[in-house]
């Protein structure tokens, strides 16, 4: 074996990898990214929040994007049972970015990668990283490439940004389940999508199942008719709606009245897929010589389009704590990465726990927000999870628990 010499390995060439592969790139550091596989490449989670882009400027990244012209988004929809409730994003409690992008992530992951590259971050494709050797300083990974080939790189620090790989997860044994229970999703990607003149197509559409609530919906508008769509339940729910994933989804789809309405006619431009089991948790997000960012670390539940905010916000900490630790500097990884990351993602975990027991979509479906509540519950779903000034944020649990109260009474007396 032959061994290498970098600064910062990133494994994974994902968001959060192209995201710190840039930041550090441009602030000096010699900077190598392995990633497993050839792009462009399909990867699902294709709706942004508008928190990315505010993330997106900090890397360096949000040129090399825009050039992408994707599809706008300002808001989220959601509709149930011929109710229709909208958020729109430019109307929140936290100042920064209120518009964003739906993205085909064959090409978002291509340009922000070569963003990096750009910045001059060294990319490799085609080599999966299988062994760590933690270290303080001098930390190791086993690569090995297409042709099985294996090779050595030895780094100052290492950022695990392998996602649904979650590589130093399992190669340390800090992997734990997630305490979400087991969902799974059907989706594929469609043309033909023209909708009718009721139909935003600058939000996400949520629906929800008329009769099995915990069943939900997405429709992600691209340019040019095309759309992602997708269902998400319990695995059970989901073998038993057929006889294939291509027929369970379908049955599962028509079952709502507005997806079924706005699905007809288009075309599936790929097949079915189905991913399960895809919430996932870590003991601790960083170790000797190295930090974990976005999937590779915790993964919550695709509901709120909070995957990619979650990805690039651990990726805008962490590397400048690289930086730091790098010129000497005593970092603590614990109070300036780890306690304030798990801070957001346990807003976005409050407002998952009350979507799927029922909270979230009794306050959605309420028509009589009061204007400061709305823009308060916009912030967090535009992705800004990290804002004190938020009650949202700094008292998740018992804000969304007394107002599912409050509209539950109203709704109660209301005639
Ligand atoms: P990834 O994007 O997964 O990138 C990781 C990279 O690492 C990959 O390119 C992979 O090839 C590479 N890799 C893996 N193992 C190795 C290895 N051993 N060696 C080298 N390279 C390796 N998020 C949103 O923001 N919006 C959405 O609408 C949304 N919808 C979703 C719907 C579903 C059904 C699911 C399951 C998730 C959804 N997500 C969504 C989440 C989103 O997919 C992830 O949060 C996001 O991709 C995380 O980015 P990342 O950079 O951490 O990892």
Redesign the pocket.
């Known amino acids: 074996d032959t061994l290498e010499y970098t600064d910062v390995a990133i494994?994974?060439?994902?968001?959060?990898?192209?995201?710190a592969a840039a930041w550090l790139a441009r602030h000096g550091l010699a900077v190598r990214v392995?990633?497993?596989?050839h792009?462009p490449?399909f990867?699902?989670?294709?709706?942004?929040?508008p928190q990315?882009m505010a993330h997106l400027e900090t890397c360096g990244l949000l040129e090399a994007a825009q050039a992408g012209h994707f599809q706008p988004k300002n808001g989220a929809a959601f509709c149930w049972k011929g109710q229709y409730a909208a958020i729109d994003f430019r109307e929140k409690l936290t100042p920064g970015p209120g518009t964003t992008w739906q993205i085909e992530?064959a090409d978002f992951?291509q340009r922000l990668l070569d963003g990096a590259r750009d910045a001059g971050a060294d990319v490799e494709h085609g080599?999966?990283?299988?062994g760590f050797t933690p270290d303080p300083h001098r930390p190791q990974l086993t690569?090995r490439d297409d042709a099985g080939k294996t090779r050595q790189l030895e780094a100052r620090f290492v950022l695990d940004?392998?996602?649904?790989?979650?590589?130093l997860a399992r190669l340390t044994g800090l992997d734990c389940p997630s305490s979400l229970a087991t969902r799974g999703?059907l989706?594929t990607h469609v043309e033909g999508l023209f909708g009718d003149a009721d139909h935003d197509r600058n939000k996400?559409l949520i629906g929800v199942h008329p009769e099995q609530k915990d069943i939900w919906y997405?429709l992600?508008p691209f340019p040019d008719g095309r759309a992602?769509v997708?269902v998400?339940a319990d695995i059970d729910t989901l073998d038993a709606a057929g006889d294939n994933d291509t027929a369970r989804y379908w049955a599962l789809i028509n079952a709502e009245p507005r997806f079924n309405e706005l699905l007809t006619g288009v075309t599936p431009v790929r097949d079915v897929t189905r991913?399960a089991g895809?919430s996932a948790n870590i003991k601790r997000l960083h170790g000797p010589g190295f930090a974990v960012?976005?999937?590779?670390?915790e993964?919550l539940?695709?509901v709120f389009?909070?995957?990619?905010?979650?990805?690039l916000d651990?990726?805008v900490r962490a590397a400048p704590l690289v930086t730091r630790q790098l010129d000497g500097e005593d970092v603590d990884w614990d109070g300036d990465f780890e306690i304030p990351l798990r801070e957001g993602i346990a807003t976005f975990r409050a407002f998952i726990d009350a979507w799927y027991d029922g909270r979230l979509p009794r306050i959605i479906f309420h028509e009589h927000q009061t204007p400061r509540i709305r823009d308060m519950l916009s912030a967090i779903l535009a992705g800004y999870a990290w804002d004190k000034n938020n009650p949202f944020v700094t008292a998740s649990q018992r804000r969304l628990d007394s107002l599912a109260e409050a509209c539950t009474q109203e709704a109660a007396v209301s005639p």
């Open positions: 494994i994974g060439g994902g968001p959060s990898g192209a995201a392995l990633e497993r596989q792009f490449r990867s699902i989670g294709e709706s942004l929040l990315c992530r992951d080599v999966s990283v299988i690569m940004a392998s996602g649904y790989g979650r590589v999703a989706f996400i997405w992600i992602s997708g998400v991913l895809y960012l976005g999937n590779a670390g993964f539940d695709p389009s909070s995957g990619i905010t979650i990805a651990s990726a």
